[in-house]
């Protein structure tokens, strides 16, 4: 059977979720919006489909990515298509009325144009009840201040893909400091590959290995956060 044949209702869960990893790495957007519509109608979570059949397509691509078997236009579909599906699921993972927790400026750093981990991060907290400033990719240092003066957020959060936009996170963290204000916000860091060890390496908070893992760490240290300030 050609591809064009397959008719994605008519398959079941997983023969569905394999063809949506084949189809994101297609960067087929129509099918995947498709196929997300399916899961969800047959009862799918939102969360599930995100990390089933999106996130886990995703990583697939990135293999390959990895080994030369793509290049950056096929990817570039590949996002697209993977945003296409993001796009049904955010209002979902949003409408949980979760009660509000705070709020968190969020943004890939200077040099750094990946944006799909941060903006599933950025779903994922105001489904927890965050309120979230995006402010988007290759963000110098200036974005992130300027942020935080407008917004007077609790947490600022930074995101970096590539080896060599990581260590860019110590300067905004360190400009932080410089100018007094380091202590006043929670500062989350993340992406692929980030660790713990890098984390607290460069001055901040916490390092979070994923979207729940930031959701987690976020409610956890605002909680404390409120606590030392009770008790002070
Ligand atoms: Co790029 N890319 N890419 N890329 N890309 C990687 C990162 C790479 C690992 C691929 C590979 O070789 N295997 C590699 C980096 C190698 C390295 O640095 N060691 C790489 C490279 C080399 C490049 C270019 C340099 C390629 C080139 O031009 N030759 C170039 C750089 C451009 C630039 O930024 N200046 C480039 C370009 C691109 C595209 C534009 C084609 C596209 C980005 C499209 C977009 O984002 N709009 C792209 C993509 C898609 C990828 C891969 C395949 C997938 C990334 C992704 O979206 N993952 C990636 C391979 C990989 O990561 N394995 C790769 C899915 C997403 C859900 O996961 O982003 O990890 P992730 O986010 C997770 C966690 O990390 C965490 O939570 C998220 C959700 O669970 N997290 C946070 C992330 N940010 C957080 C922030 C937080 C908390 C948690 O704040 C508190």
């Not at 397959?6 to 196929?35: A, F």
């Not at 996130?55 to 590949?78: N, Q, W």
Request: hydrophobic content about 45%.
């Amino acid at each position: 059977m050609s591809d064009d044949e397959i008719i994605l209702s008519e398959l079941p869960d997983d023969e569905l979720v394999q063809q949506m990893h084949d189809d994101l790495y297609d960067g087929l957007k129509e099918e995947i919006e498709e196929g997300t519509h399916i899961l969800l109608s047959r009862g799918w979570q939102p969360y599930e489909v995100l990390t089933d059949a999106l996130v886990e397509g995703m990583r697939i691509v990135g293999e390959d990515f990895r080994d030369g078997i793509l290049f950056v236009p096929e990817v570039l579909l590949s996002a697209n298509a993977m945003k296409a599906g993001m796009a049904i699921l955010r209002p979902l993972l949003a409408e949980t009325g979760a009660p509000k927790q705070g709020k968190m400026v969020i943004g890939t750093v200077k040099g750094d144009i990946h944006d799909i981990g941060k903006n599933l991060v950025g779903m994922m907290m105001e489904g927890a009840g965050f309120d979230v400033i995006d402010i988007g990719i290759n963000n110098p240092v200036e974005n992130y201040l300027n942020a935080i003066e407008e917004h007077q957020p609790d947490i600022v959060g930074m995101s970096a893909l590539l080896t060599t936009t990581m260590p860019y996170m110590k300067v905004v963290i360190d400009t932080m400091k410089e100018k007094g204000i380091r202590d006043d916000y929670i500062v989350l860091v993340g992406g692929a590959p980030l660790n713990e060890e890098f984390g607290k390496a460069v001055g901040a908070d916490a390092y979070c290995r994923d979207a729940a893992v930031t959701v987690e760490m976020a409610k956890e240290l605002i909680k404390r956060k409120h606590n030392v300030s009770a008790g002070a």
